[in-house]
Each structure stands twice: as structure tokens, then as C-alpha cells.
């Protein structure tokens, strides 16, 4: 009981005294300056910075694309920089979803191969893959596009065909990074709508944005500036 009791108050994700340093001696940059971040269960974190802020260097290492150069990472309990790089894989495909500015979809998949694509690395036999990413497409508004490749589609629905890719896998994280920045108003608005509907359903959401409308949807703020977190409001 006291185990569950421990899964259900230990944050997503936390960041602790984490710093991201390139170059040596005297020409060290610290992207990221001792900064601590906790993202709970349900959250749904807006990430706010000018370019150069370090925000999308905390994105990166919250996605397990990057490393703390000091500082401790750790991803539903478990401590980011004591895994190589194939255990690092495993957990972003099996932990985190990832949705980007430009979409990385494969050009001559068609939606539903490219939603399929991370259950293929995950194992998960054939007839669940399509099952399951016929559901997430229908989940965002594409039921009737699922054979359409990318070329065939709006980039709204590309960004949609992106979700459910990034979403199939229950992720414990969703992470988005600029996601509405190649996007028409009507379509951002569109898109977020979606966010707001998988926060609505559970799922923790964290959105890097430089757009103040963007980020009015979140539930929470973190404000970054010159490597580090300056603020975090709450909505």
C-alpha cells in the first residue's frame, strides 16, 4: 500500500540542481544553471523563455535526448544518468511521446504506418499496432484519413497524425516543442483543443512555447531566463 501510495505522489519528471555546460575553461557555457523542476501527474506545463533561455535544452533533457552535465534527472522514479544508451532508448520510446515543431513524419508512410511506428520498436505484434493506431487517429479527428500519406494531408492534420504517434504508447510524458509554430491561427487553435482534451483525459503535457496565447492554456508556467527557471505561476 505505502509503495502505491509512493508511485501516485512521486512527480513525472524532476529535474534536481541540474546544470548543461558546453565548451572548456574559459569559453563554458551554461545553458542550464542549476535549475530544479518537478512535473507532476496531470500536469500540464507550459515551458516560456526567449531564444538562448535554456528552455529547449530542459526539453531536451527531460525527453532523455540530452544528459545533465551536473544534476540528477529522474523519469518516474527512475535516475536518467545511470542508464546507457540503449536502456535511454528503451525509456523514451516505452515513457515519453514527442511532438515537434516540424512534424517527422515518414513521406511515403501513409497516418496510419507512421502512428504505428513506435510499436514496432516496443514489440507489440501486428493486429494490436493497427487496432491501436486506428483508435489514436480517430482519437484526434483522422478516422477518415488513415490511408492518406503526408503529402495528402494539411499540416494540421500532420500535426495531428504527430499526437497520435506520440501518444500511443500511454506515455507517462508528453512533451511538445514549439508545436503550433508552423501553424495557421485557426489550425494552432485546433491543435490546442486537442491538447486540452488529452489533458482532460489524464494525460501530462509539457509545451514549450514563446507565445503567450499558447502557453494561456497550460495549468502552470515556467518562465526560464539566462539558464534558469525565474518563475513558475500557477493558473
Same mark, same amino acid.
Given at each position: ?6 508511485? #501516485? ?7 534536481? =540542481? ?15 544553471? /542549476? ?18 533561455? !535554456? ?22 522514479? %527512475? =535516475? ?6 540503449? *536502456?535511454?532508448?528503451?525509456?523514451? /520510446? @516505452? @515513457? $515519453?511521446?514527442?511532438?515537434? #515543431? #516540424? ?18 520498436? =516496443?514489440?507489440?505484434? $501486428?493486429?494490436?499496432? %493497427? ?9 484526434? !479527428? ?10 495528402? $494531408?494539411?499540416? !494540421? @492534420?500532420?500535426?495531428? &497524425? *504527430?499526437?497520435?504517434? =506520440? %501518444?500511443? /504508447? #500511454?506515455? *507517462? ?27 482532460? @483525459? ?5 509545451? &514549450? ?6 502557453? *494561456? ?7 526560464? /531566463?539566462?539558464?534558469? &527557471? ?6
Amino acid at each position: 500500500m505505502k509503495e502505491h501510495l509512493d508511485k #501516485q505522489s512521486r512527480p513525472v519528471a524532476k529535474l534536481t =540542481a541540474v546544470s548543461k555546460l558546453y565548451g572548456e575553461g574559459s569559453l563554458v557555457v551554461k545553458a542550464l544553471d /542549476n535549475i530544479n523542476l518537478e512535473v507532476s501527474k496531470g500536469d500540464y506545463l507550459a515551458v516560456m523563455g526567449a531564444s538562448g533561455s !535554456g528552455k529547449s535544452t530542459a526539453m531536451n533533457i527531460l525527453g532523455c535526448l540530452d544528459r545533465p552535465s551536473i544534476g540528477s534527472y529522474e523519469l518516474n522514479g %527512475i =535516475a536518467v544518468e545511470d542508464l546507457d544508451d540503449d *536502456a535511454l532508448a528503451d525509456l523514451r /520510446n @516505452q @515513457q $515519453l511521446g514527442f511532438v515537434f #515543431q #516540424q512534424f517527422h513524419l515518414l513521406p511515403e508512410a501513409t497516418a496510419l504506418e507512421n502512428v504505428m511506428l513506435p510499436m514496432i520498436y =516496443a514489440g507489440i505484434p $501486428l493486429d494490436e499496432r %493497427i487496432s491501436r493506431a486506428e483508435k489514436a487517429l480517430t482519437k484526434v !479527428g483522422l478516422a477518415d484519413r488513415m490511408t492518406n500519406r503526408p503529402n495528402q $494531408l494539411s499540416g !494540421g @492534420q500532420q500535426q495531428r &497524425v *504527430a499526437i497520435a504517434r =506520440a %501518444i500511443i /504508447n #500511454q506515455p *507517462a510524458l508528453l512533451l511538445a516543442d514549439e508545436p503550433t509554430g508552423a501553424l495557421d491561427s485557426k489550425t494552432t487553435k485546433d491543435v490546442l483543443n486537442l491538447f486540452d482534451d488529452l489533458h482532460s @483525459q489524464g494525460i501530462t503535457l509539457v509545451l &514549450v512555447t514563446h507565445e503567450d496565447d499558447v502557453a *494561456a492554456r497550460a495549468k502552470k508556467i515556467a518562465r526560464f /531566463n539566462d539558464g534558469k &527557471v525565474i518563475q513558475i505561476t500557477r493558473r
